[in-house]
């Protein structure tokens, strides 16, 4: 499946992802609204396939492959670890939204830490911890590779 076979609608949510260039919790600084950005990932969350979240994950932009992620997370896919894996691949980046403050990482830290739950140089996810199946050296593979992303930001 390319990305051009998308429906209409789920393209239009992916490149609002990619205009509002960040990955937000549900409220933004002081607002008790939910923020638009954190609507249309929920949107597009909610609305793809796993076949179109695979295809996502592969995105040139951080915020539409760690979005995607997320996504293969909620659908319980069998093979999250081969998909972080790919998610790897590049240097992509992202913003993260938290309240009011802005995170700039790579995608696969976004994944790792705040989707899986690992920890990693002092920080973690809010999450419990999601069981993939890294061996160790795998694991030691992923925060490589985020260490070596980071000095690309």
Known sequence: ?????????LTELVNLLIETDYIGTEKVGRSQEPSAAY???????????EEELLLLTSHPEGEVAATAFEGLIRWHYSDLKTALLNLSEGDRKLNFLKGDIVFTMPALEYAYVNLLGNDFEGGHGENEVIEIGLNDAEKAFVENRIKATRQTL
Do not use: F, H, I, V
């Not at 390319?2 to 429906?7: A, G, P, V």
């Open 39 to 49: 609507a249309s990932r929920e949107a597009l969350l909610s609305m793809a396939s």
């Open 1 to 9: 499946m390319e990305q051009d076979n998308m429906s209409p609608e």
